[in-house]
């Protein structure tokens, strides 16, 4: 069965502190890999879309990077703005439109 | 652009009542797509529909639940009869390509 897995399910950092997330998959036939962000109260809002492994792309403090396996949201110098619960979404095999979410990754940064 | 606009924000029913939620779409947007986010589950994706035709509600959890897109600016997703384990927030969503925009969610609590 497809699925999309996130660890940890909750993380505090202080501000500064640098860290990863992860999103491991198990979709076959991956034809995308989707990064979103989501704060309290609002509808998750997309960040990145990586297609092949070995593929980076960065925003700003966020760095998301992609193997054959998972995906890494890097975040570098994080600060208190940056806290929300960041998603992880892949299609499946098939179809644009069945997008398998993770639960996600509750971040809160401390000053 | 407004973007996805989602109503009611809020909505507080009793069992048995029937439950309408709105969906407008960003102008332009062929997929429009209805989701379910809840603590146990995370988001799950209901039914979405491509040129206001449904093409997968296959994650419409029962008869109770149905959804329509009459036109392309316009989407409802009807609960009827409502349970207390419908309670969550339900988000619209379109898209154009793979990039996915969701609404503010409406909160539904069945009591």
């Known amino acids: 069965e497809d699925q999309v897995t996130q660890s940890p399910e909750a993380l505090r950092l202080q501000e500064g502190e640098s860290s990863s997330l992860n999103c491991s998959y198990t979709?076959?036939?991956?034809?995308?890999l989707f990064w979103y962000r989501q704060d309290p109260g609002k509808g998750p809002e997309f960040l990145f879309t990586l297609y092949s492994a070995g593929e980076e792309k960065e925003k700003e403090r966020l760095k998301a990077t992609l193997t054959k396996k998972e995906s890494f949201l890097h975040i570098t110098a994080p600060k208190p703005e940056d806290s929300a619960t960041y998603l992880c979404?892949?299609?499946?095999?098939?179809?644009?439109?069945?997008?398998?979410f993770g639960r996600g990754t509750q971040l809160t940064v401390w000053p | 652009d407004a973007g996805v606009i989602q109503s009611p924000r809020h909505e507080v029913t009793e069992m048995g009542q029937e439950v309408t939620l709105r969906c407008k779409p960003i102008s332009g947007h062929d997929y429009l797509f209805w989701y379910r986010q809840t603590m146990m589950r995370g988001l799950e994706l209901l039914i979405y529909?491509?040129?206001?035709?449904?093409?997968?509600d296959s994650g419409m959890p029962e008869d109770r639940f149905s959804a329509k897109m009459p036109n392309a600016s316009f989407s409802t997703l009807k609960i009827q009869p409502s349970e207390p384990r419908d309670s969550a927030v339900y988000f619209c969503a379109s898209s154009k390509k793979e990039k996915l925009f969701f609404g503010s969610g409406t909160q539904l609590s069945v009591l």
């Open positions: 529909f491509n040129n206001n035709v449904p093409i997968d």
């Open positions: 979404a892949a299609p499946e095999s098939s179809t644009l439109g069945r997008l398998y």
């Open positions: 979709v076959s036939g991956l034809r995308g």
